[in-house]
């Protein structure tokens, strides 16, 4: 439970907050519209629902929150066009983790009923906002209750540390994440925890959706080809302040970044394993850290130190919250200053990208 509170983004609208450091994000979610508008197509072609529910998993905090709503009511709109029906009124849930800063969201929900209403010319009580908080890895509504399914960026977060309660003494020492010289038994418990957690999701979601009913969700994968991971750097960044004694041992022997990069085909095995869900369809996209794409043969590391103080910021913005738990704040200025410095090292040398899977998965009807 205590982990529910220490996860979260960091909130407000600081220089420092998720809101004004998460745009990276919103490039990976937007890259989902057509899949998301072809799952909605779907959806109508087995129901049309007066009340659309939805809910987006993993909201967090700031403009990707209130964009991917505002982009599921268009969809839905245009859709209902299209067939002549009468567009729904709809029940949207923001669902995060305890500790996420719901006040922030709250606070930005006038402007945005206004807007929906004057730019958009939505009807005034067309549209309800409830929060929804607690974690993904078990039941959040009731059965046979929720449309649409929406997650981006959040599924790869892990219920818990997957060492909790085993010894990392000899297999991952130095380490808090999978590193190239972690042992094979170092990615079996990682896979393992992801394995518990992906059924428990699905079986909950699966619950909770109606029959037909839909889920997209888009979440760092890896693929065939050897890519480094952003949390790997940030566990190498860790580890060499440990070397210079800036960090102490047991508090880097006690702590693992609880995220899992999956490959496509342990995804599918959980998929099929748990049975409720039928995948409609699956892309991976390769996104530069950066979000910048990078043209055949164009230098990554041209503006590398632009480039990684973006994604330092963005990182920061996404991990500082949980790394001030374990390390306390003194140290935090001089991990990301020694963590922008690696990246900027690491792309003279290396393609730095995600593999960001979308998934569209329907609720089977047994
Ligand atoms: C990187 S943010 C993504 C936010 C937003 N969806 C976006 O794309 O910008 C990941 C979010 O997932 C949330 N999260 C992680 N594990 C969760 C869980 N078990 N239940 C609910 N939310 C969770 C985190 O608290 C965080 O706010």
Redesign the pocket.
Known sequence: MER?FL???TGGQGERS?ANN?SL??T??LKAKTMLEEAIRRLYRHSSPKCMKVA???????P??LL?ISNIIDIVHAACVGLNHEPPTFQLYL???Y??DFNTIFKSLPEFYTKLVQDKGHKSGSCFINATP????GRLFPSNSINLFH????VH?L?QDPFLGLSKEALNKGNCHIVTTSPPSVYKIYLKQFQKDFELFLKSRSEELVPGGAMIL?LLVKTETPRRSIFETISLTLSDMLLEGLIEEEKLDSFNIPTYEATMEEIREVIQEEGSFFIEESEIDMVPWDGRKIEDGEDFSVDGDIRAEFITRYIRA?MEPLLVANFGTKVMNELFIRFQKKVVELMKVERLEYANLMISLTKTCS
């Open positions: 529910e996860l979260h983004m998720y998460s994000q919103r990976m979610m987006d998993l993993g909201c967090s905090v700031g990707n929150t991917v669902n995060d983790l500790g996420n607690g974690s993904f890895y997650s981006a960026n959040s977060w219920s888009l996404v």
